[in-house]
């Protein structure tokens, strides 16, 4: 009790500015923690796109790029309204194919869907508050980002914007959305594998690479205006 008492009286001697930090860092671990970046880093996507199970990863993969190769040569209601119609098929075709077996063995098993009928597929208000709280997180980060670079607060990152939008147009003038969904989609599965093999290698270029990008913004940066200002205040 001395313990909780001495925490709550300690949390609540904090200045208003470390409390909002305090906070500020909350929402960032828990916006963090359902970023696609840990989603790629949970354990069934690790071994997924490491090839740890080459079955389920070939399965995976293949329904991945057939169904992007789709959209790219169909539109998105044809690829809908095909795969709904091509599982229609399938549950009809087996559904009838089951009642005609019922009826030569004269046996009463009743519907072939029965169990998956009886299953309750609602969705519970808990998890659905849940997904809401999280969506709201990230649309309230994702303001806050935007308010941050377009509003020009840090006049460093706006350019790193700019410069990320400016080779963006050249990569929107070669490739479409799904052309490089359809790329990333073979990186996902092709790079870690590579990575895996030739780590040591790998990482060497990389750091090489990072030092050389760390040392150009630091040299930009002591050029810039309010540089030396934003700098003293860190």
Same mark, same amino acid.
């Given at each position: 009790m001395?313990?909780?008492s001495?925490?709550?009286?300690?949390s609540?001697?904090?200045p208003?500015g470390?409390? @909002? $930090?305090?906070?500020?860092?909350k929402?960032?671990? @828990?916006?963090?923690?359902?970023?696609?970046v840990?989603? %790629?880093?949970s354990s069934q996507?690790?071994?997924?796109?490491?090839w740890?199970d *080459?079955?389920?990863?070939?399965?995976?993969?293949?329904?991945?790029l057939?169904l992007l190769?789709s959209l790219? $040569?169909?539109?998105v209601?044809s690829v809908i309204?095909y795969?709904?119609? $091509?599982?229609?098929c399938v549950?009809i075709?087996?559904? %009838?194919?089951k009642?005609?077996?019922?009826?030569?063995q004269?046996?009463?098993?009743g519907h072939p869907?029965?169990a998956?009928?009886?299953k309750?597929?609602?969705?519970? *208000?808990e998890t659905?508050?849940?997904?809401v709280?999280?969506s709201l997180?990230h649309i309230n980060?994702?303001?806050?980002?935007?308010s941050?670079?377009?509003?020009v607060?840090?006049?460093?990152d706006s350019?790193?914007?700019?410069?990320v939008?400016?080779?963006m147009t050249y990569?929107?003038?070669?490739?479409?959305g799904?052309? %490089?969904?359809?790329? $990333?989609?073979?990186?996902?599965?092709?790079?870690? *594998?590579?990575?895996?093999?030739?780590?040591?290698?790998i990482?060497?270029?990389i750091?090489l690479?990072r030092?050389q990008v760390n040392?150009?913004i630091?040299?930009?940066?002591?050029?810039?205006?309010?540089?030396?200002k934003?700098?003293?205040?860190e």
């Amino acid at each position: 009790m001395d313990t909780q008492s001495s925490q709550i009286s300690s949390s609540q001697g904090l200045p208003d500015g470390q409390n @909002s $930090a305090a906070k500020e860092s909350k929402v960032s671990d @828990s916006f963090l923690s359902y970023s696609p970046v840990s989603l %790629i880093q949970s354990s069934q996507v690790h071994d997924l796109i490491h090839w740890r199970d *080459p079955k389920k990863s070939g399965v995976v993969f293949g329904l991945s790029l057939l169904l992007l190769l789709s959209l790219a $040569a169909f539109s998105v209601i044809s690829v809908i309204s095909y795969l709904l119609l $091509a599982l229609l098929c399938v549950t009809i075709t087996f559904r %009838i194919y089951k009642s005609v077996i019922q009826a030569v063995q004269k046996s009463s098993d009743g519907h072939p869907f029965k169990a998956l009928i009886e299953k309750d597929v609602s969705i519970p *208000p808990e998890t659905f508050r849940k997904h809401v709280d999280t969506s709201l997180t990230h649309i309230n980060r994702a303001l806050k980002q935007m308010s941050h670079l377009f509003l020009v607060e840090d006049l460093v990152d706006s350019l790193k914007l700019a410069v990320v939008m400016w080779l963006m147009t050249y990569v929107g003038a070669v490739f479409n959305g799904i052309t %490089i969904l359809i790329l $990333a989609d073979i990186l996902l599965f092709a790079v870690p *594998p590579i990575y895996e093999k030739n780590k040591t290698q790998i990482d060497q270029y990389i750091d090489l690479i990072r030092t050389q990008v760390n040392n150009t913004i630091a040299k930009l940066q002591e050029k810039l205006p309010g540089a030396m200002k934003r700098s003293k205040a860190e």
